[in-house]
């Protein structure tokens, strides 16, 4: 069985770090895409960034490009979000993500696995 579980989130001030963990088991890790999307409260889920291992690209969305990075540890099975420069806005409960593909997909329906979540939060 596939599981992902995240940790890192917390309370961070605006323009302090973080960063995000993702351990994931029951799969080999070099074949799956894995993203991380996150959900405000009252908005829609909306995609952060991912990666595909295998093939070593990444992609973010604009709102986050040059702030977070994304990076995976084949050996223990990890998908990791550095998160600099925090703005408010960035508060949300963060999710990591798995599908079985190469290609990197920002549509969270394409994703089959989710894990429970990891709540961020950046005070003004």
């Known amino acids: 069985q596939v599981q992902l579980v995240e940790s890192g989130g917390g309370l961070v001030q605006a323009g302090g770090s973080l960063r995000l963990s993702c351990v994931v088991s029951?799969?080999?890790?070099?074949?799956?895409?894995m993203g991380w999307f996150r959900q405000a409260p009252g908005k829609e889920r909306e995609f952060v960034a991912a990666?595909?291992?295998?093939?070593?690209?990444?992609r973010y969305a604009d709102s986050v490009k040059g702030r977070f990075t994304i990076s995976g540890d084949n050996a223990k099975n990890t998908v990791y979000l550095q998160m600099n420069s925090l703005k408010p806005d960035d508060t949300a409960v963060y999710y990591c993500?798995?599908?079985?593909?190469?290609?990197?997909?920002?549509?969270?329906?394409?994703?089959?696995?989710w894990g429970q979540g990891t709540q961020v939060t950046v005070s003004s």
């Open positions: 029951g799969r080999t890790f070099s074949s799956y895409v």
């Open positions: 990666i595909s291992w295998s093939v070593g690209s990444t």
């Open positions: 993500a798995a599908r079985r593909a190469l290609v990197i997909s920002t549509t969270q329906d394409l994703y089959d696995y």
